[in-house]
């Protein structure tokens, strides 16, 4: 499963969870689910395929820290995942157990984009890590001004 997911062969994907038995949840021997696994490599066919056959998407990843198929697509830039986990209705301020949430990762990682579909869908703007830094402190850290400047209008200074 993990193979065609890392070939981005979504009717592999298909055929291997309804023809021959793998399971939407499956886990690698690194304990990621494969819809985190496809959220991480950014393989939005495959992640279409997971959902629609019933994925979990809000179980984060235990030994990469928790950290869930949005937190992942999210940091990585993968806005196409992003949106599919979002459409799907996953909590969108769910932490990792190192106190991030998709917000917070996107916003670390300077991914504009994910950060801006992440407020449209409603991310509180002023939600913390687990350091209490907030979106926009994370971001002018990082020394990302263009995550910070898409905070501007709604985080308060």
């Known amino acids: 499963l993990f193979c065609a997911i890392a070939r981005n062969d979504a009717s592999g994907v298909q055929s291997l969870i309804t023809r021959f038995g793998h399971d939407a949840?499956?886990?690698?021997?690194?304990?990621?689910s494969a819809s985190f696994f496809a959220a991480l490599s950014g393989t939005p066919g495959c992640l279409a395929v997971l959902i629609l056959l019933g994925a979990d998407l809000e179980t984060g990843c235990l030994r990469m820290g928790g950290i869930t198929p949005l937190i992942a697509a999210s940091g990585s830039g993968f806005t196409s995942c992003v949106e599919q986990i979002i459409v799907a209705g996953?909590?969108?301020?769910?932490?990792?157990?190192?106190?991030?949430?998709?917000?917070?990762?996107a916003s670390a990682k300077g991914q504009v984009r994910c950060l801006e579909m992440l407020l449209k869908a409603g991310v509180g703007v002023n939600q913390t890590n687990s350091q209490s830094g907030t979106l926009l402190f994370l971001a002018a850290q990082n020394d990302h001004d263009a995550s910070s400047l898409c905070l501007f209008p709604q985080a308060p200074i």
Request: charged share 40%.
């Open 25 to 32: 949840n499956e886990e690698d021997e690194s304990g990621r």
């Open 90 to 105: 996953v909590w969108l301020d769910r932490k990792s157990r190192g106190g991030f949430t998709a917000a917070t990762h």
